[in-house]
């Protein structure tokens, strides 16, 4: 079973001004690697993943993360937030091969600041 | 556009009721899950189904249970409500298959059980 460590529970960042949001997670095997974003009284939905290739991996509204095996990192990545990204930001590992569960973590809250 | 429903967005019980949330999908997907989500603690795995009639455990099912007579709807029920469950539920689903498929949420039931 996977672990995730999400270092951060609440990140203050100016508008316009780059952020990373760290994840961590545990694991001795090959892993699927997640990140969700949940806007205010919304559900979740998928910001990128990274499945293989490429350790970069792009997503939506700007966003990007890093897949490093050797530190078990995803960091997810913006250089310039907006207002509208104020958000929770959710890193969800798991593992490969056949049907795993997805671990969650604990979430992070990104507030932007005007 | 593809689509999680839950049957409400909040819901307010009294301790000892049976409660019923009810989830939909119209992406014919395979799995559905039930996740409950608490400030600081993330999503937790509550219960999954991968097929019709079909349900796992996930991480906390104590106190729950849950019902697919159809592909595209899945129950969580209550048996008696306790105050501890006192939460957001989220429903999602997914293509079955590999875990790389990607989870698809509802907006949410914030359950008050007074």
């Known amino acids: 079973a996977q672990s995730v460590t999400q270092l951060d529970s609440q990140v203050p960042v100016f508008e316009e001004a780059p952020v990373e949001l760290r994840c961590n997670y545990s694991?001795?095997?090959?892993?699927?690697l997640f990140w969700y974003v949940q806007y205010p009284n919304q559900g979740l939905q998928l910001l990128l993943k990274?499945?293989?290739?490429?350790?970069l991996v792009k997503g939506i509204n700007g966003f990007e993360a890093e897949f490093n095996k050797s530190q078990t990192s995803f960091h997810l990545r913006k250089p310039s937030v907006h207002i509208s990204d104020t958000a929770e930001y959710f890193c969800?590992?798991?593992?490969?091969?056949?049907?795993?569960?997805?671990?969650f973590g604990t979430g992070t809250k990104l507030q932007v600041i005007p | 556009d593809v689509k999680v429903t839950q049957s409400s967005r909040y819901l307010v019980k009294r301790t000892g009721e049976k409660v019923f949330l009810e989830c939909v999908q119209d992406?014919?997907?395979?799995?559905m899950f039930w996740y409950r989500q608490d400030p600081g603690l993330g999503l937790r795995l509550i219960y999954f189904?991968?097929?019709?009639?079909?349900?796992e455990k996930g991480d906390i099912p104590e106190g729950y249970s849950v019902s697919r007579e159809k592909k595209e709807r899945f129950s969580l029920i209550l048996e008696s409500a306790s105050t501890n469950q006192t939460s957001m539920y989220l429903c999602?689903?997914?293509?079955?298959?590999?875990?790389?498929?990607?989870?698809?949420f509802g907006p949410g039931t914030r359950l008050t059980v007074l």
């Open positions: 189904s991968y097929d019709v009639k079909m349900k």
């Open positions: 694991s001795s095997v090959s892993v699927y």
């Open positions: 969800a590992p798991t593992g490969s091969g056949g049907y795993q569960k997805v671990t």
């Open positions: 992406m014919d997907h395979e799995n």
């Open positions: 999602a689903s997914s293509l079955g298959g590999q875990t790389s498929n990607e989870q698809f």
């Open positions: 990274y499945l293989s290739g490429s350790t």
